[in-house]
């Protein structure tokens, strides 16, 4: 009898391990991403426009992320993901303004780059989990970059750094086609105060087949900073096309 109940409750463990083991989850992605840059900067009094000042243009940047997913309640998933998001160009200048204490003056040539990559990391619990999917939570946004104007006749640069940790707000939704393979989903991480207010919103459309799905979407960043007589209004979008592992 005893021998029984042993091997009852052997079972009985190996179902519960199982069990968790079927809602123990990982996805990773990665996907090339084409960016239209528009917007301006401010370190002074003269507003540089990105387009017209510096001649941004497009470019071409990659994101990957990781998620991990576990049967603990109490404790939220986890999400990391990079994006590169910067840009350089030269450009021959058509007005005369002042960047961070540094004079540019009418036909200067001039070297500049934005850098707006980051790093998140996301804490979040899966609210709904059917053909729905549902998850939110708080993502911590690590940049560390800059806008930095150099001028190539006098070799004066200026910049200012975008170096800060960013809390903001995170919902990430799934729409499955049952038995298609076809889905929708939306991502979106914001954070407004004051006069500053960063959004980014992902939207797309895949088909999965087993563990692997293929992505063709469309992302637009906008970040609104101030600090002082410093100020970054920026805009990137455009679409992006990736691969999803899901397991």
Known sequence: MQKRIIALAILAASASVSSQADIVGATAGAYMWKQSWDGDVKAGSDSIDMN??????????????????????????????????????????????????????????????????????????????????LDIGLTVRMFDGEVRIKNQTTTDEGSIEIDAPLPMAYVNARFELPLTGFYASGLGNVIAYGDNKVTDMTVALGYEYGVVGIELGYRNFDVQLEDDNEEANVTVDGYFLGVVIDI
Not at 56 to 72: I, N, R
Not at 78 to 104: P, V, W
């Open 52 to 133: 017209d000042d510096l001649g941004y243009d497009d470019e071409t940047g990659k994101s990957f992320y990781v998620a991990l997913e576990h049967p603990v309640p109490v404790l939220p998933n986890i999400r990391l993901q990079h994006t590169s998001l910067d840009i350089s160009e030269t450009s021959t200048l058509s007005r005369s303004f002042t960047y961070d204490g540094k004079g540019y003056v009418t036909t200067n040539t001039v070297d500049s780059t934005t850098d707006l990559s980051h790093t998140d990391g996301t804490f979040y619990y899966e609210i709904l989990d059917n053909w729905v999917n």
